[in-house]
């Protein structure tokens, strides 16, 4: 990803599905066409592809479609991005949240599903509830206007994505049924 540092960048990795979101993902990149220098970078494939093509055409701020990626390469688009986007009607427990912080990039997300049981507790206040785009815009706003709330959220994030692996997980899961 050629990256113009002056910008900020806004990611999306999903299913592009009403489902997850997509169909906020112009919506919200609208609401924010007052900040200079922000693009959203969409990766992902799915039902709503030609819809938030469309979309992203006509959208006052610049909404990038990368198509699928492979998973290998996504951690660069994690690193290179400056605010993670989850906008999900529905989660279980997104392994995308966790990539986000393990890369270091505070996020914007729904507050869904088990979203809120793998997050820090400082973070919550950066969940919305569902569909809610103009909360999405608010919390976008406030990651990137405020670099010390940003960078601690950035630490604790990556501090917090240190607690999670295989092992524990399957420990975890078996004391369930223990």
Known sequence: MNLDHAKKYILFVHRLSERKGADLIAKTAARLASLEN???????????????????????VPVKMLGKIPNAKIPNYFRAADIFFMPSREEGSPHVILEAMAAGTPFVAADVGGVREIIPKEAEEFLCPAENIEAFSEKIKELLGDSQRYAAFRETGLRHAKNFSLERGVKEFIALFE
């Open 38 to 60: 922000i693009e959203f970078v969409v990766a992902g494939d799915g039902p709503y592809r030609e819809k938030l093509k469309e979309e992203a055409m006509i959208s006052t």
